[in-house]
C-alpha cells in the first residue's frame, strides 16, 4: 500500500487548510502525525474505518479529520491556524500486517 499526501503550503494565522492522503488500497485507521524541527512527532488525529475519531489536546475543536473509504482517502480540516501548527504533516495508515506512511506535507502558518 503507498499512500500520497497532498494540501500543505502556506497560510496565515487562523487561516484554513485542508490536508488529504490517498492510499493505494484498504487500509484500517488512518490518521496524521505532525513534526516541527527539534520537537518529538506528534499525533495529531486518527480515524477509525468506522469513521471514530481522536484528536490531540492541541488541535481538539479546530481540527477535523475525515475519511471516504471507497477512495481510501483520509482528510484533515484545519481551521483558526496557528504559528505553533507549523510543521512537517505525515499521513499514516494501519494495515493487515504493518503500517504505512505518506512521504510528509509541510505546512507553515505565518504571517
Known amino acids: 500500500v503507498q499512500l500520497q499526501a497532498s494540501g500543505g503550503g502556506l497560510v496565515q494565522p487562523g487561516g484554513s487548510l485542508r490536508l488529504s492522503c490517498a492510499a493505494s488500497g484498504s487500509v484500517f485507521s488512518m490518521g496524521w502525525y505532525r513534526q516541527d524541527a527539534g520537537k518529538q512527532r506528534e499525533l495529531v488525529a486518527v480515524?477509525?474505518?468506522?469513521?471514530?475519531?481522536t484528536y490531540a489536546d492541541s488541535v481538539a475543536g479546530r481540527f477535523t479529520i475525515s475519511r471516504d473509504n471507497a477512495k481510501n482517502t483520509v482528510y484533515l480540516l484545519m481551521n483558526s491556524l496557528k504559528p505553533e501548527d507549523t510543521a512537517v504533516y505525515y499521513c499514516y495508515a494501519v494495515g493487515f500486517l504493518q503500517t504505512y506512511w505518506g512521504q510528509g506535507t509541510l505546512v507553515t502558518v505565518s504571517s
Open positions: 480515524v477509525t474505518s468506522g469513521g471514530t475519531p
